[in-house]
């Protein structure tokens, strides 16, 4: 006679919920350095090239986000980027 084993004790799951949400980024050569920003959250990390950046920016959002809500995450529709000029001294 097999007895039955109930899963659930033996493994402890994990309560928390998980959502995926994208979010939009920029990067740009600023010296040496590559500076990533979300546009969504105000965020921003470096690395020495793009993709160093992007992984730095993904590991900060994500850290931004365990103490956030989806309240703080600003929607960004069509992002641009506008030129401007001003006069100074």
């Known amino acids: 006679m097999c007895n039955s084993i109930n899963l659930k004790k033996l493994i402890k799951f994990d309560e928390r919920s998980f959502m995926k949400t994208e979010f939009k980024n920029i990067v740009w050569k600023e010296g040496n350095d590559y500076v990533a920003q979300c546009l969504n959250i105000d965020v921003s990390s470096f690395g020495k090239n793009k993709k160093e950046a992007l992984k730095n920016l ?20 069509s992002p641009e980027i506008i030129y401007s000029q001003i006069e100074h001294a």
């Open 58 to 77: 993904k590991e900060a959002i994500e850290l931004y986000m365990e103490d956030a809500s989806m309240e703080d995450v600003s929607k960004i529709e």
